[in-house]
């Protein structure tokens, strides 16, 4: 690697104030010929927005939830999940992981990041992503109009987006059961 890519991988993280990712830029600072390694490392961080770009596209639902949320609706609603929830049989999907997850700067507000966490996971073969803002200043709406500005599913034959939050997972469910 060269002197140029490790002022680049310097200058592209010198706006985000996260203790492990400024002691990784120190360390770098003093150690350029660990730059791979650093790419590595930083790798949660980086926006490769092609990649980025071609799973979004296929996308069939988008679901704003929490961590807890999350957990709670695999737990709920997995397969692979032992749990029951009182005397009658929750119907499961089935809930395969993806392996990959993203952190990505949607743009800014008062001079601040707006940030949001992406995971994605196939329920009954369909790829959903779930998605939470996690900045510090966060604007619900401006999260909304960027998936909306890029990406468009819909479901009920076109007449309704695909985006849902967890009190209305339902519908994400239904159309994954072809219901």
């Known amino acids: 690697m060269t002197n140029t890519t490790l002022q680049g991988l310097i200058r592209n993280f010198a706006d985000l104030n996260d203790p492990s990712v400024n002691a990784l830029k120190d360390y770098l600072e003093e150690n350029p010929h660990e730059v791979s390694k650093a790419i590595d490392l930083l790798a ?35 397969h692979e999940s032992q749990t029951r929830w009182g005397e009658y049989e929750i119907p499961k999907v089935h809930w395969l992981q993806e392996p ?59 007449a309704r987006l695909a985006y849902v939050n967890a009190t209305n997972f339902h519908h994400c469910l239904q159309y994954c059961r072809g219901e």
């Open 44 to 78: 949660p961080w980086m926006d490769n927005s092609t990649v980025l770009d071609a799973k979004m596209q296929q996308v069939e639902f988008f679901v704003e939830v929490g961590d807890n949320d999350y957990m709670s609706l695999w737990e709920k609603f997995s």
């Open 100 to 158: 990959e997850g993203r952190v990505l700067r949607i743009g800014y507000l008062v001079g601040m990041p707006v940030n949001i966490s992406v995971v994605y996971a196939r329920l009954n073969g369909h790829l959903v992503c779930f998605w939470e803002a996690i900045s510090m200043v966060v604007h619900h709406d401006m999260c909304q109009k960027w998936f909306e500005s890029r990406y468009r599913p819909t479901y009920d034959h076109g």
